[in-house]
């Protein structure tokens, strides 16, 4: 049972179009992520986000872009997507307390044609 | 630079026996250590964790092993079943990170 949602699961999208990935949680976290990981790959951190307006970007650099308006709510958004952009993308939150494991999304996997 | 390596992509066990999948990690401040199991088309599922002021953390079939000075963790899964069948990531933080690094995983096959 998923406390933590991300739709869509899966898009194909044409070169240039304006793409937001959503994630939802239930559980009441302050911490939420992004991360993108590539098949037969690590998972590399794009983003993340200690509460509401509070967003940082990660290790791996990424040309999306995130929000954090509500403490459940943490979409990704992609300007103008193009074929590099084709990746799953893995949102996750944990608690506040230090250390905290990483709840993580079903994911979404993102095609760009 | 990977600063935790699964140097094996894959493992195949019988059922009923034990599986040891290993990890190896090259930043010395990296306290906290985990263990991700990950079935196709869903994201990771936390199985279990261990902080470096422990060598030894126990759930239930889970157990995992952490060696520093050698830089190396396993786990232990015993005894093995089918639906065990999936690619696990290790992953290492230091206190007051912000990220998690991950391996690259190893996908692990349970033949009935």
């Known amino acids: 049972e998923a406390d933590i949602y991300q739709t869509p699961r899966y898009l194909v999208i044409g070169t240039g179009k304006k793409i937001t990935l959503e994630c939802s949680q239930t559980m009441g976290h302050d911490k939420m992520y992004w991360y993108q990981q590539d098949p037969g790959m690590e998972l590399h951190l794009i983003h993340y986000s200690y509460g509401v307006n509070s967003t940082e970007k990660g290790d791996l650099s990424s040309e999306s872009t995130v929000s954090r308006i509500r403490t459940e709510h943490f979409p990704l958004t992609l300007e103008s997507a193009r074929p590099s952009h084709t990746s799953q993308y893995l949102c996750?939150?944990?608690?506040?307390?230090?250390?905290?494991?990483?709840?993580f999304g079903n994911g979404t996997r993102l095609t760009v044609t | 630079d990977q600063q935790v390596k699964q140097n094996s992509p894959s493992l195949s066990v019988q059922e009923g026996r034990i599986s040891i999948l290993n990890c190896d990690y090259t930043?010395?401040?990296?306290?906290?250590f985990l263990w991700y199991k990950k079935y196709p088309a869903e994201g990771p599922t936390f199985l279990i964790s261990i902080s470096s002021i422990k060598d030894k953390n126990e759930d239930g079939r889970f157990t995992v092993f952490l060696n520093k000075s050698a830089k190396h963790l396993s786990l232990h899964i015993v005894p093995s079943q089918p639906g065990d069948s999936a690619v696990y990531f290790c992953a290492a933080s230091g206190t007051g990170a912000n990220n998690l690094f991950f391996g690259t995983g190893t996908r692990l096959t349970v033949i009935p």
């Open positions: 996750a939150s944990s608690e506040y307390r230090d250390p905290s494991p990483l709840h």
């Open positions: 930043n010395s401040m990296f306290d906290y």
